[in-house]
Each structure stands twice: as structure tokens, then as C-alpha cells.
């Protein structure tokens, strides 16, 4: 065994002195070229492998952060209730507030008068031109004094700002600018929308439309004015809506007769917004906004109210153009030339008994610069001594309680000269001298709406001249050729969408919806190519050839 262990030690020390012996060690070879480059190669894939899965990673986690995000966001749409309302929440159809639907009579006489006006404004040559219903918001900023607190502004849906329109002219001055116009004589009619407090018994909305007519472009004083006082008067007698005046001011005779009182030039435009609400207030409540909220002294204000209650025509012209303290005043002066050159206008149009110079007028907005005026009805339906009274305005199916305010409903038109509005929206600041005038056509709506359900008058809703009935049944294919050989000649025609309507039915369709012809088709009139032509009024009958009966219809329509 002593043996054993002996060879067993002997070869383990030959095998480490063999190893250990530096004679004997095999040196390493040094890398070649080749062995280089391949080891760069597989070092530099290596790198960009681990670059791509870091690049890989960074995305993944960008990608899981926005699907929490999107997660929360969908928790928190849930627990506000998302698109739907929840489903133990009453839900109420309504218009929102200061808005409302309009029936079919409704619209038919709204038509009505926007048809009219619009003959009118082609009349005098007006262009016709349409706009967004939305503006940039800094685009209507800054342009409506006090007013502008009643801008719809819309939420940044993708970069831009944006409003709704308060009127038409702002909109107007932009797109002169825009498009280097300098003269064009336009109308516009088109929904505005303010954030005021609505008064729908008295045509007040926050959405509402408005007929505009504008002339711009450089001419001598007064003539584009004067035409402008003109179209408002014509509107008016067009529509028939009763007794109205025509307010006429002049802005730089409102600034002359600040500054001869004692206003701060700084406060012209805040004295001018509390002269403005006269219309609506009395000269007491007036007085005290002066006073208590816009800080003027109280003996300016008094001579203010020595003025602003005047009104008349030429003759009160005269009487200012002598005052000694507007005479001072250049802005005074040049002012009651401008409302005496009007004046004389107006008297060549035939306007005298329709103007009123009234020095009260004011319109609060801060772009007008020249002659201003409002066209105002007397009376109201409903007012003392009215010739209608009033019929509840419905707002989401309920009659609104009617408005306890003045008996007025207040102006349906106005405008004025706004010279310098074209010029802010150009990079040159070039200025395109305008006038126009808008048509407040809500609240003529009211008061003809008001007219018409105290006569108890029903409008027609629709334009059919001819209804083809049908006396027994299997005639539908019949009336169907006989309908297209009337549209094809231009005759408004409907007829029954039944099969087999009862023949009765079919002409009391056709007196209740005031159609004033009905055609009779019967199996033995078509079998010798006639039909029976029925005057729904008087109930008459007469026989007509298929052939002529195009001719036959319109012929009885024009009798």
C-alpha cells in the first residue's frame, strides 16, 4: 500500500513540474489582421443589438405609459358617465336657453320676410356674400366695447382660438381686408349669437339672425348714409309692422358734446355704453351708472342730461349749432353739419315724418365713427294703444311669462358709419370707409307672429299646386304617371303614400293644407284618356285630356 501511495506522489509531482516548467510552456501566438477586423465586426453587432433592444425597451415603456393614460382617462369618462346620460338620471329635451324650434307656419312666415328684405337690398344693388359662423378669436376682440363680455368663445379644438360671431361686420371688415376690397355694396343675412340675457317675449335670443346691407368705399359725405336710412325705412313699410321712427346721431357730435361737459377723453367710450341703455332706462338710473359706477362728477353728468333729452329734426340743428359750448368744440361742430347735411337727405327720400334727430342715441359699439342710427317701433302687440295683442312665445313647449318692460319692443334696425374698421384688420393699416345698416329681424318676427295668431289667420305651409287623388283602388302606378308628367312640366304636385287611400280623406288632405286643385283619377275617365280636375275651394269639376292637362293647371292657377 506504502507502495502504492509512493508512485501515486511520484507521478502527481512529474505531472506539476512538467506543467510548471517555463522551458516547456507553449508561448501564445500573437492575432492576425484577419482575427482582428472579425473581432471588431462581432463587437460592433454586439453594440448595436444591445442599442436596438434599449431603443426597443424606451419605446415599450412610452407605449405602456400612454395606455395607462388612455386607461385613466376612459375610468374617469366612466365615472363622469361618458356620452350617454346614466341610466337612472331623467333626462329632459329641451332648447337651451335663449333658443328655440320653429314650427312650420313659423318658418313660412319667417321666409316671408326674409324674402321681402331681400328684395329691397337687390333693389339698391346689394351683392350677396356669406361668412364662417365662427371668427378667430382675436379677430372679434376689442371691436365691441362693453359687449364684448357676451362673445361665445368656442374651446382650442387643433391650434386656434376661435369665437362665435357676435354680428355680421366685424366678419364683413375682415374679409374686405382680407381680400384688398375697397368698394362693394353687400348684404348678408346669416345667425349671430351673444351671450345676453334673453327676453324671447320681446324677439331677445342668444342665437338669432341678422340682415345686414353695407356700402364701402370712398364718396362724398352723406350719400351712402342717407341711402342707408332709406333702406331701413323702406324694410319697415315693406313688412307693415306698424308705427316706427327712426332715431338719427351723429358720434362725433356725442364726442363734442362730452368734451364740452366735462368728460375725460379716457371715459367717452364708458359714458358713451351708459347713454346708450336711455332706450331702456330711465335718465335717473342712467345718472347714477355715471356717477356711482363709471365715476364721473355728478355736475358733468347733469349737463350731460340736459342734452340727451333732446330730439327733433332741422330745427334743433339750428338750435346746437348756435349753443356756445359745442360751438367751441370742433368734434361738436363737425357733427351737426354732418346731421344737417342728413337732415337735408332725408327730405329728398321723403323721410321727414320717419326721422327723428335724437341726441340720446348712442349705440355702445366701439367701432363707429360717423352718423348712427336706430329704427324703433312705437308700440308693441300688446301695449297700449298696439292694434294686436300679444300671443305667448313658446320656449320648449311652454309659454315664456311675458316681459314687464317697457312698452316698446325696442330697435329692429340700426347701424352707422364705421370708417376705420376695414384698417385694423391690414397690415398697412389701410382704411376702407363704410356704412351699413342691420336689420333686427327677431323681433319683427314676434310682432308679426303676434299679428297673425290674433287674426287667427293660418299660413299655408306649402307650395302644392295640385293633388292627385285616386276615387277607387288599384290606381297607385296610375297617379305615379300622372305625378311625373306634372313634375316633368314644373307643377308642384304630391299625392297619398297609401296603396288605396279612401277618396274622402284625399280631399280633406287638400282643404286642410290649402292645395288649391285636386285631380280625380277613375277607370273610366282614364279608359278614354281624361281625368276629373277639382277646384278644392268651390268644389267644382270639369273633365280634362291627360294631353292638356299641364296647360289646363297652370292656367287655372294664374285666374
Given at each position: 500500500m506504502l507502495r502504492s501511495i509512493g508512485r501515486q506522489w511520484r507521478c502527481s509531482a512529474a505531472f506539476q513540474c512538467h506543467c510548471s516548467n517555463p522551458v516547456r510552456r507553449q508561448q501564445p501566438l500573437a492575432p492576425s489582421s484577419v482575427e482582428r477586423a472579425f473581432s471588431t465586426t462581432v463587437g460592433q453587432q454586439v453594440k448595436a443589438q444591445q442599442q436596438q433592444q434599449q431603443l426597443v425597451q424606451e419605446q415599450q415603456q412610452q407605449m405602456n405609459k400612454i395606455d395607462e393614460e388612455v386607461s385613466r382617462l376612459l375610468a374617469l369618462k366612466a365615472k363622469l358617465g361618458g356620452d350617454a346620460a346614466p341610466t337612472n338620471q331623467k333626462f329632459t329635451l329641451k332648447t337651451p336657453k335663449g333658443t328655440r324650434d320653429y314650427a312650420p307656419q313659423q318658418m313660412t312666415l319667417r321666409q316671408g320676410v326674409l324674402d321681402k328684405i331681400i328684395q329691397v337690398f337687390k333693389r339698391h344693388g346689394g351683392e350677396a356674400i356669406d361668412t364662417p359662423v365662427f371668427e378667430l378669436k382675436e379677430v372679434l376682440t376689442g371691436k365691441y366695447g362693453e359687449d364684448s363680455k357676451l362673445i361665445y368663445d368656442l374651446k382650442d379644438q387643433g391650434g386656434e382660438i376661435l369665437s362665435m360671431r357676435y354680428d355680421l361686420t366685424v366678419p364683413l371688415a375682415r374679409y374686405l381686408a382680407m381680400n384688398k376690397i375697397s368698394s362693394i355694396k353687400r348684404y348678408h343675412i346669416a345667425k349671430v349669437y351673444r351671450r345676453d340675457n334673453p327676453a324671447m317675449t320681446r324677439g331677445r335670443y342668444r342665437e338669432f339672425y341678422q340682415c345686414d346691407f353695407d356700402i364701402a368705399g370712398t364718396y362724398d359725405p352723406m350719400l351712402a348714409d342717407a341711402e342707408c336710412v332709406k333702406i331701413v325705412a323702406e324694410v319697415l313699410d315693406t313688412l307693415d309692422i306698424g308705427d316706427y321712427v327712426i332715431k338719427l346721431n351723429h358720434r362725433q357730435l356725442l364726442d363734442g358734446m362730452f368734451e364740452a361737459c366735462g368728460v375725460p377723453a379716457k371715459d367717452f367710450r364708458a359714458i358713451c355704453s351708459a347713454v346708450d341703455k336711455l332706450d331702456k332706462s330711465p335718465w335717473e338710473e342712467v345718472r347714477k351708472e355715471m356717477v356711482d359706477e363709471k365715476g364721473l362728477d355728478g355736475a358733468v353728468a347733469d349737463k350731460i342730461g340736459e342734452y340727451v333729452r333732446l330730439s327733433g329734426g332741422k330745427e334743433l340743428v339750428e338750435q346746437l349749432l348756435a349753443d356756445a359750448k359745442l360751438k367751441a368744440v370742433p368734434n361738436a361742430v363737425k357733427g351737426l353739419e354732418g346731421m344737417q347735411l342728413l337732415l337735408n337727405y332725408c327730405g329728398l327720400f321723403n323721410l321727414e315724418s320717419r326721422v327723428s334727430f335724437d341726441l340720446s342715441l348712442a349705440r355702445g359699439l366701439d367701432y363707429y365713427t360717423g352718423v348712427i342710427y336706430e329704427g324703433v317701433l312705437k308700440a308693441e302687440p300688446g301695449a297700449v294703444g298696439s292694434p294686436v295683442k300679444a300671443s305667448p312665445v313658446l320656449e320648449n313647449g311652454k309659454p315664456v311669462a311675458a316681459d314687464q318692460g317697457s312698452g316698446t319692443v325696442g330697435s329692429v334696425a340700426g347701424g352707422g358709419r364705421y370708417d376705420n374698421l376695414v384698417g385694423m384688420f391690414d397690415p398697412r393699416g389701410k382704411a376702407v370707409p363704410c356704412v351699413g345698416v342691420s336689420i333686427g329681424v327677431e323681433r319683427?318676427?314676434?310682432?308679426?307672429?303676434?299679428?297673425?295668431?290674433?287674426?287667427?289667420?293660418?299660413?299655408?305651409?306649402?307650395?302644392?299646386?295640385?293633388?292627385?287623388?285616386?276615387?277607387?283602388?288599384?290606381?297607385?302606378?296610375?297617379?305615379?304617371?300622372?305625378?311625373?308628367?306634372?313634375?316633368?312640366?314644373?307643377?308642384?304636385?304630391?299625392?297619398?303614400?297609401?296603396?288605396?287611400?279612401?277618396?274622402?280623406?284625399?280631399?280633406?288632405?287638400?282643404?286642410?293644407?290649402?292645395?288649391?286643385?285636386?285631380?280625380?283619377?277613375?277607370?273610366?275617365?282614364?279608359?278614354?284618356?281624361?281625368?276629373?280636375?277639382?277646384?278644392?275651394?268651390t268644389r267644382q269639376e270639369s273633365t280634362v285630356p291627360l294631353a292638356e292637362l299641364a296647360n289646363e293647371i297652370r292656367s287655372r292657377l294664374k285666374a
Open positions: 319683427i318676427f314676434a310682432v308679426l307672429e303676434a299679428k297673425f295668431a290674433a287674426s287667427n289667420v293660418k299660413l299655408r305651409t306649402n307650395d302644392v299646386e295640385v293633388f292627385v287623388a285616386s276615387a277607387h283602388k288599384g290606381l297607385h302606378e296610375q297617379r305615379l304617371r300622372v305625378l311625373n308628367q306634372l313634375w316633368d312640366a314644373g307643377i308642384k304636385a304630391e299625392h297619398s303614400y297609401k296603396l288605396n287611400p279612401k277618396l274622402l280623406a284625399q280631399l280633406q288632405h287638400c282643404e286642410e293644407h290649402q292645395i288649391p286643385l285636386a285631380i280625380v283619377l277613375g277607370d273610366a275617365e282614364l279608359a278614354q284618356g281624361v281625368v276629373k280636375l277639382r277646384e278644392v275651394s
